[in-house]
């Protein structure tokens, strides 16, 4: 029994060598719970009604943008600008950056070109330092790196000729309720290669590496009903997994990262 505190963000994940994927909840930007742990037990999450930027902090009185953010901050920070959601307008070249020094550091790095698989096959972009924690985010079960790119803009316009071949979404029911297609990545990755022109063929690379994970689940839902704190500011249940951002408790899901920049308490 305990009970931890603080302003929610997504989940701290680790990938283990035997593949599994290990959480930590993440209360005011630290590690304090072991919520593998918790997996089959009963837990109490309280949303007193205070939300706070992830950002600068300050008070929010009605909803919050892009997990936690302000207006202010979402309106200003160039982590949230339009662009980073679609890299092909980065709009660096035309002097509009919200932030060049933010910019430079990291857009103009490595970025990679993937392919995974959540419930169907997707393509995807992500900062080289992000893998693979953005499969976990997503609650991938495996995934490829076909390409490595010299930065964000290039790798977003990569995926633009790739992603009419494919769905570039999760869909997140059938991710929680685990119905995943159990089509090759053989045909995808040819797929994904030749549909692109050839200037950015120099930037392919070997699809060697697979990656696989391993979600703590007990029992995964048949039917996905999403939970909020808006309505529902306490839930009391038994914790039967954990799978991308989502605790799932039986046929109720909660996404924790939606509820980024909510006051929470967690008793266990
Ligand atoms: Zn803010």
Not at 158 to 173: G, M
Not at 188 to 195: G, H
Request: with cysteine; glycine share 8%; charged share 25%.
């Amino acid at each position: 029994m305990g009970i931890v505190k603080g302003l929610l963000r997504k989940m701290i994940t680790a990938h283990g060598e035997d593949n599994s994927v290990n959480y930590s909840l993440n209360l005011d930007g630290e590690s304090v719970l072991n919520m593998n742990e918790l997996v089959g037990k009963e837990i109490t999450l309280r949303f007193g009604g205070k939300k706070n930027c992830v950002n600068c902090g300050r008070n929010i009185r009605g909803k919050t943008y892009n997990d936690g953010y302000c207006y202010p901050c979402v309106t200003t920070l160039p982590q949230t600008d339009m662009c980073i959601v679609r890299p092909h307008t980065c709009h660096f070249a035309e002097g509009t950056c919200r932030d060049e020094e933010w910019g430079k550091a990291n857009c103009f790095t490595e970025h990679i070109l993937y392919l995974a698989r959540s419930s169907s096959i997707k393509v995807g972009i992500t900062r080289g330092s992000q893998v693979p924690t953005r499969w976990m985010d997503q609650g991938a079960i495996e995934a490829v790196i076909i390409g490595r790119f010299p930065d964000r803009k290039a790798v977003g316009e990569a995926e633009v000729c790739i992603s009419s071949h494919f769905s570039d979404k999760t869909n997140w029911r059938k991710m929680l309720k685990n119905e995943v297609t159990d089509i090759p990545f053989e045909e995808y990755i040819k797929t994904a290669q030749e549909s692109l022109p050839e200037d950015m063929k120099q930037y392919l690379v070997e699809p060697d590496k697979q990656f696989t994970f391993e979600y703590p689940v007990e029992a995964y839902p048949t039917k996905v009903t999403s939970l909020k704190f808006d309505k529902l500011p306490e839930i009391k249940e038994t914790l039967k997994g954990i799978k991308g951002q989502y605790l799932i408790f039986d046929n109720k899901v909660l996404n924790l990262r939606a509820h980024s920049g909510y006051n929470i308490e967690v008793e266990f």
